[in-house]
């Protein structure tokens, strides 16, 4: 895929505000985003300290990468994604900072490794990214992740987790969760689907938008398994200790030490 951020940050494109603009329209979808973002940070601190080496794992606009660097100035973060227009918004935001990298690399290829600047992370965090694998590939990331983690490192995930065990629970959660959205669009949230008409619609943006949609297609979930399954799965495959460390009703933030 050839790399076109140099021409599409040259235009001076407002990123911040197309960065500010993803993160409301995620919030139309979990009001409590920042709240995992927090916990998150939290353990990065608790386990690894506040000068830490981070992968940020599926980065999307770079949301992560700009709540760690905030906190933790001394931090570095490479970021990896495969979507163009996200990353896109990500190199302009991040433009001039010395301390943010980004690649572009397919997660489900065994080769995505092969572009990072470095061999070992202290922290592997993604949020809200993972759930469109389905459960083999996503295994396989996971070991893959298991590899770049540093002894003592830690993995994050902060995603739905589905615990198929309890559907009238499910049900109800889903049913109220979909009632306030539907509230926040009459109010005038925008949704993932007009989120994306207004970037096809940007002058600079609607080529990347257009090459997404290609790589991608629609929208599409994997099988979104139990917190249960992700912890097992992650000490399966190198990790010592895997639990939850923060969950909504419908979404798990998972913590894995090395």
């Known amino acids: 895929m050839t790399d076109t951020s140099m021409d599409i940050t040259a235009t001076g494109a407002d990123w ?6 993803w993160d409301r329209q995620q919030e139309w979808y979990m009001p409590d985003r920042e709240d995992r973002f927090r916990i998150m940070l939290d353990m990065v601190e608790a ?7 981070v992968l940020d794992l599926a980065c999307g606009t770079g949301s992560i990468t700009a709540r760690l660097l905030a906190r933790f100035p001394e931090a570095t973060s490479t970021g990896v994604d495969l979507d163009p227009a996200l990353l896109a918004i990500a190199r302009g935001t991040f433009e001039g900072d010395e301390r943010v990298s980004f690649v572009t690399a397919d997660l489900k290829d ?12 202290d922290a592997v ?33 902060a ?11 499910n049900a109800a959660e889903r049913a109220q969760r979909h009632a306030r959205m539907d509230e ?13 008409q207004l ?28 917190a249960a399954w992700h912890a097992r799965v992650l000490r399966e495959k190198g990790f010592a200790e895997a639990r ?14 090395k």
């Open 16 to 21: 911040r505000a197309w960065q500010e603009s």
């Open 47 to 53: 386990l690894v300290g506040t000068a830490p080496r």
């Open 110 to 121: 065994p080769g995505w490794r092969a572009e990072l600047p470095y061999d070992s992370y």
């Open 125 to 157: 965090l993604t949020a809200t990214a993972l759930h469109w694998l389905h459960s083999e590939p996503l295994a396989v990331l996971y070991g893959s992740v298991a590899e770049l983690v540093r002894d003592g490192g830690v993995f994050m995930n």
């Open 159 to 169: 995603d739905h987790m589905i615990d198929e065990s309890t559907p009238r629970i």
């Open 184 to 196: 926040a669009t009459r109010g005038g949230a925008l949704d993932w689907s007009q989120w994306w």
């Open 199 to 226: 970037a096809a619609g940007d002058p600079v943006l609607a080529g990347p938008t257009a090459r997404r949609f290609e790589i991608y297609g629609e929208h599409a979930d994997g099988d979104m398994p139990s």
């Open 244 to 257: 939850p460390v923060w969950c909504s009703p419908s979404d798990t933030l998972l913590l894995a030490v």
